[in-house]
């Protein structure tokens, strides 16, 4: 396996940005900048039979699961950057705001009732963390002491509104609390929620 470095998931998405740019790739792509530090630190933690579930942004955590980037870039290619899916690699992922949350908590769920040892990873932006769907979620998994972990990535944008301003607060409710099973990280990206910044998608 290549070694998985902040230069190489920056790469990685310049290359995806580029292809995208040239027209070579059909169907929507969200790229991901900033935060790969951070990134970096939190799967040093995942466990390769762990589960990983992300959103429509997820290139960077599909490979830094240890999925083949060549599998990556022709499922990418093939149009389904924002829908990444590897069963094997116990890799999910969904393109419509909050809906791995509840799934990642079911499997979690059964990961406790079958005596599983392994870990339950859900990543969600910080427009998805105010929805009920990641309150609720958080709270149950919480609760019941389930085997998983919420990853919230704030880039401080609801598609391209401020999250904060959308919601008039100045702090989101997750960073009010105390769950041990929640954490985040702040990051700034340079592309567009959407694309690449050149080509026009739509």
């Given at each position: 396996?290549?070694?998985?470095?902040?230069?190489?998931?920056?790469?990685?998405?310049?290359?995806?940005?580029?292809?995208?740019?040239?027209?070579?790739?059909?169907?929507?792509?969200?790229?991901?900048?900033?935060?790969?530090?951070?990134?970096?630190k939190?799967?040093?933690?995942?466990?390769?039979?762990?589960?990983?579930?992300?959103?429509?942004r997820?290139?960077?955590?599909?490979?830094?699961?240890?999925?083949?980037?060549?599998?990556?870039?022709?499922?990418?290619?093939?149009g389904?950057?924002?829908s990444?899916?590897?069963?094997?690699?116990?890799?999910?992922?969904?393109?419509?705001?909050?809906?791995?949350?509840?799934?990642?908590v079911?499997?979690?769920?059964?990961?406790?009732?079958?005596?599983?040892?392994?870990?339950?990873?859900?990543?969600?932006?910080d427009?998805?963390?105010?929805?009920?769907?990641?309150?609720?979620?958080?709270?149950y998994?919480?609760?019941?002491?389930?085997?998983?972990?919420?990853?919230?990535?704030?880039?401080?944008?609801?598609?391209c509104?401020?999250?904060?301003?959308?919601?008039?607060?100045?702090?989101?409710?997750?960073?009010?609390?105390?769950?041990?099973?929640?954490?985040?990280?702040?990051?700034?990206?340079?592309?567009?929620h959407?694309?690449?910044?050149?080509?026009v998608q739509?």
């Amino acid at each position: 396996m290549k070694k998985i470095d902040k230069d190489y998931l920056l790469n990685f998405e310049e290359e995806i940005a580029s292809l995208f740019n040239q027209g070579k790739i059909k169907a929507p792509v969200h790229l991901s900048n900033g935060g790969e530090d951070e990134l970096i630190k939190i799967f040093s933690k995942i466990k390769e039979d762990d589960y990983v579930f992300s959103t429509w942004r997820s290139h960077y955590h599909a490979l830094l699961k240890g999925i083949p980037p060549e599998m990556i870039l022709s499922e990418i290619l093939d149009g389904n950057s924002i829908s990444l899916n590897f069963p094997a690699y116990n890799f999910f992922t969904s393109a419509i705001v909050g809906t791995h949350l509840p799934v990642s908590v079911g499997v979690a769920y059964s990961l406790k009732l079958n005596n599983k040892g392994n870990h339950v990873w859900c990543f969600l932006g910080d427009m998805a963390s105010e929805t009920g769907i990641a309150q609720t979620s958080i709270k149950y998994a919480s609760r019941w002491q389930l085997p998983i972990t919420f990853v919230i990535e704030d880039n401080n944008l609801s598609v391209c509104t401020e999250t904060r301003k959308i919601w008039n607060t100045q702090r989101l409710s997750y960073e009010d609390l105390e769950f041990p099973n929640v954490i985040s990280y702040r990051l700034h990206s340079k592309y567009p929620h959407a694309g690449a910044g050149v080509r026009v998608q739509f």
